[in-house]
């Protein structure tokens, strides 16, 4: 009886030992595996990480921004200046901008580094109370937002599209009593974190 018990016992230690030792030369195996990357699959691995990585961080901004707009207090850093004939001029996002909080809205346009202007940076400044505010989201996640803007020396309706692939914005300006559009874009920020220079207003 007593042999039968050791011999049991062994059996089952070298039954253990045997999967163990599997196990180890799986993990081994699998080490290896990764080790022996080729450049080519590392640098594929690497692209698609940091396609992963920007991805992730263009919701979180997208999400930032929507939040922002839908507090109606928000800033957009505008540093691009498009024109009707397809032409476009970037700008500083420091001083042109369009602006939104407690019910009043700011557009102020630098593009002359040479004349000083109404606004003392190069373009003009325009505040006024907004007024019919909108917000639309459709099927493929693009943000709209509109609002009419009157105050002394500006009446206008503002467009802004959201486009779903993070906080960058385009907004179109329509004046009132013209037809000279302004189409811009730029990144959209909460207005507390933004570090635009307002110029004088008029």
Sequence with gaps: MKKIFILSLA???FITYGNTLRA????YQDFGSES???PQEARKAARAAHKRAMEAQQLKDFQKAV???QKNSFVIEVDQLLFPQGTSKFVSSLTNFIS?????????IATSYYNPGPNGLGGITVEGKASDIKMTTDKKGF???NFNVQGMFVSANVNIQLFGNGNRATVTVYPNFNSNNLTMTGIVVPFGESNVFKGQTF
């Design 67 to 69: 939040e922002a707009i």
């Design 100 to 108: 939104m909080n407690q019910g009043n809205a700011v557009i102020q």
């Design 143 to 145: 943000v709209r937002y």
């Design 11 to 13: 059996l089952l230690t």
């Design 24 to 27: 180890q030369q799986k993990n």
């Design 36 to 38: 022996t990357m080729t």
